[in-house]
């Protein structure tokens, strides 16, 4: 006999966790990383102090991480368990949007394009990677704000107990 399938707001919920966990990571990486000033000089630095290089990259992978999870998991999960049917990527974000998950599909398709550069053009210009990784960090904290307006959201349109969702 075939176990049956979850059912979409157990789905949802277990996404929210995986979720939770990658949004405390990203906070705990942005806070140390963000410490300091990162400038151009910082970045042309990161050649001789291997630890700053190593704070930079986890960053940078948490960064992408909770964005793809939140994106490509998590945005049409919780249109599933609404009793919604998810479309393509834009039309879950600009639906998610109309219904004030995330606050500006805008910005949040230009964090997806920083990511990629982040990604991809690693440090071939160290002031065009500072002025990113700073504007990563401004990023970074829409990303945490979309995964509070989630948890907030689902308490309400779900009528989830707060017991059911993860902590902060």
């Known amino acids: 006999m075939k176990a049956s399938s979850p059912l979409p707001v157990d789905r949802f919920l277990a996404t929210l966790t995986v979720v939770a966990r990658e949004a405390g ?16 000089l910082w970045v042309r630095s990161l050649n001789n102090q291997p630890e700053l290089a190593e704070r930079l990259e986890a960053f940078v992978s948490r ?19 609404l009793a919604e049917r998810p479309g393509s990527q834009i039309e879950v974000l600009n639906r998610a949007e109309r219904l004030g998950v995330v606050e500006d599909v805008a ?14 053009e690693y440090m071939t210009d160290a ?11 401004s990023y970074s ?12 959201d689902a308490a309400k349109r779900l009528h989830l107990p707060p017991e059911q969702l993860p902590g902060d």
């Open 107 to 120: 910005a949040w398709l230009e964090a997806r394009q920083l990511r990629n550069r982040l990604v991809h």
């Open 127 to 137: 002031q065009s990677f500072a002025e990113d990784l700073n504007l990563a960090d």
């Open 141 to 152: 904290r829409i990303l945490l704000q979309t995964y509070r307006r989630i948890c907030e």
């Open 25 to 40: 990571h990203l906070e705990w990486s942005r806070a140390r990383l963000f410490a300091q000033r990162i400038d151009a």
């Open 63 to 81: 960064y992408g991480r909770l964005q793809d999870t939140i994106a490509d998991k998590l945005l049409p999960r919780w249109l599933l368990a």
